[in-house]
């Protein structure tokens, strides 16, 4: 188990507003100083790597640029929860090696909370010991978020280091 920070943001987030479209041509290190600006404005840049994101439902909805997710993984955001997840955001994702839990009770985690997350058991734990779980991910998908990703885990499975 680890303890993560939780970042709460509302219902209904788009992929424009985890990798805005007026920065799309700066690549992912010019993208990710301003996931969110719209919603956090202070989150880029105070997010620390390993903090989770917390969001009510469908979040991820929009366009299918995977660059939406690629700006939290470069942030260090350990894993999403939300209650549900749009479809291509969902693949694009695990695609990344970005975790995303859906927890049907997400919107009550409150910002600043601290978690424990649990992956074997796929459950989180608050402070006061309350435990919330997850809905049940596929071991291809969890073995895509240990090796970091789709590509990386190909090359693993290749035997390429590069």
């Known amino acids: 188990m680890s303890t993560h920070k939780v970042w709460k943001v509302g219902a209904d987030i788009d992929t424009d507003a985890l990798a805005p479209g007026a920065y799309m041509k700066l690549g992912i290190e010019g993208i990710a100083p301003h996931c969110l600006e719209a919603v956090r404005p202070e989150f880029a840049t105070q997010v620390r790597a390993g903090d989770v994101l917390v969001a009510g439902p469908n979040f991820g909805i929009g366009s299918s640029r995977e660059q939406a997710a690629a700006a939290l993984v470069h942030l260090g955001i350990r894993a999403v929860i939300a209650p549900s997840f749009g479809g291509l955001y969902f693949r694009n994702a695990f695609n990344l090696g970005l975790l995303l839990l859906t927890v049907a009770e997400a919107p009550t985690l409150a910002d600043g909370e601290l978690l424990d997350l649990d992956l074997a058991s796929l459950t989180l734990t608050r402070a006061n010991g309350q435990r919330l779980p997850c809905e049940p991910i596929p071991a291809f998908l969890l073995d895509m978020v ?15 280091t590069t």
Request: net charge positive; proline share 0%.
């Open 146 to 160: 240990a090796a970091g990703g789709l590509m990386n885990q190909l090359r693993k499975k290749l035997g390429k």
